[in-house]
């Protein structure tokens, strides 16, 4: 299948010893995030199609994206990208990893690719142990929004104008809960640097 990747950067300001920190050098119990989900990302697709996402890559970021290969795009320009290939008829997929979300390995995307068979987009969500602050309802909920972060995946024709303007069907991939991290908050890092050590 033809598949594009892309892995969204952090926009998170972080400062370290004054300065602000590179958002290619974050790393949670030793782990590179970035180089991470690169690697991710290679098990997917060839390193032609892996843009990542930034505004403005610092030069941590530009070395990684040299070293492997990839393309650097802007978020909107990478949007605008897909939206031209789906207006010329490419057919294919669109997989979203971000910096801040590792998986384990590809195998929960591969699954997702599957899905676009049957379904124009496939989200990840998964299901936190009982307890954890994710398993309570928003206060204006009755029920938890169990979507993570983990990744997205679309059908390259769901960039075309026509189709960005409406709001089309999601389809939730459960995935489980040792699969992927999250590091939203400094707080997470404990919990996230546990994880990533599992994964070793």
């Given at each position: 299948?033809?598949?594009w990747?892309?892995i969204?950067?952090?926009?998170q300001?972080r400062?370290?010893?004054?300065?602000?920190?590179?958002?290619?050098k974050?790393e949670?119990?030793?782990?590179?995030?970035?180089?991470?989900?690169?690697?991710?990302?290679?098990?997917?697709?060839?390193p032609?199609?892996?843009?990542?996402?930034?505004p403005?890559?610092d030069?941590?970021v530009?070395?990684?994206?040299a070293?492997?290969g990839?393309r650097?795009?802007?978020?909107f320009?990478?949007?605008?990208?897909l939206?031209?290939?789906?207006?010329?008829?490419?057919?294919?997929s669109v997989?979203l990893?971000?910096?801040?979300?590792?998986?384990?390995d590809?195998?929960?995307?591969?699954?997702a690719?599957?899905?676009?068979?049957k379904h124009n987009?496939v989200?990840?969500?998964?299901?936190?142990p009982?307890g954890?602050?994710?398993h309570?309802?928003?206060?204006?909920?009755?029920?938890?929004?169990?979507r993570?972060?983990?990744?997205?995946?679309r059908?390259?024709s769901?960039?075309?104008?026509?189709?960005?303007?409406?709001?089309g069907?999601?389809?939730?991939?459960?995935i489980?809960w040792?699969?992927?991290?999250?590091?939203?908050?400094?707080?997470?890092?404990?919990e996230?640097?546990a994880?990533?050590?599992?994964?070793?």
């Open positions: 299948m033809n598949t990747v892309g969204e950067v952090t926009r300001m400062l370290e010893d004054g300065a602000l920190a590179s958002a290619g974050l949670v119990g030793g782990v590179n995030l970035l180089a991470h989900q690169i690697d991710i990302a290679k098990q997917i697709t060839v032609e199609q892996i843009c990542v996402l930034t403005q890559g030069e941590a530009l070395e990684m994206i070293e492997h990839l650097e795009l802007a978020p320009d990478f949007i605008a990208m939206s031209d290939r789906a207006k010329h008829g490419e057919e294919g997989v990893l971000r910096q801040i979300a590792p998986l384990r590809a195998k929960p995307v591969n699954q690719l599957e899905l676009l068979a987009v989200i990840s969500a998964s299901k936190p009982k954890h602050r994710r309570e309802p928003l206060p204006d909920q009755t029920e938890p929004d169990y993570c972060l983990a990744f997205e995946v059908r390259i769901e960039f075309s104008m026509q189709s960005m303007g409406g709001v069907a999601e389809e939730l991939l459960y489980g040792e699969e992927f991290a999250e590091y939203t908050r400094r707080q997470d890092e404990p996230v640097a994880i990533l050590e599992q994964w070793k």
